[in-house]
């Protein structure tokens, strides 16, 4: 028998916004606020700025929507044009 330790890559987890559920990082998507305040889906996970991450799901998006979760996260008011264009933005890349 050999003695090798197997090793495991650790999975990122972040928390969604919305239900405050723990996931990995990978099965959520980025909201991007960049340095000139713009906020917006990050699909890549690789946009400049401050992130925020919420389930891949409409209803958390929604939920999101209706506690203005992104105003605690990015620790500033998020307008109502904002969040429309979030759930806008997701609508076009689902449907």
């Given at each position: 028998m050999s003695n090798q330790t197997v090793k495991?890559?650790?999975?990122?987890?972040?928390?969604?916004?919305?239900?405050?559920?723990?996931?990995p990082k990978r099965e959520?998507?980025?909201?991007?606020?960049?340095?000139?305040?713009n906020i917006s889906l990050d699909f890549t996970?690789?946009?400049?700025?401050?992130?925020?991450?919420?389930c891949n799901d409409i209803k958390c998006i929604e939920k999101c929507v209706k506690s203005k979760a992104?105003?605690?996260a990015f620790e500033s008011a998020?307008?109502?044009?904002?969040?429309?264009?979030?759930?806008e933005e997701y609508a076009k890349k689902k449907g």
């Open positions: 495991t890559k650790k999975i990122p987890m972040r928390m969604c916004v919305a239900c405050k559920e723990m996931k959520l998507i980025r909201i991007v606020k960049d340095k000139e305040g996970g690789k946009a400049n700025g401050r992130g925020a991450y919420i992104l105003s605690r998020v307008s109502d044009e904002v969040y429309g264009k979030i759930l």
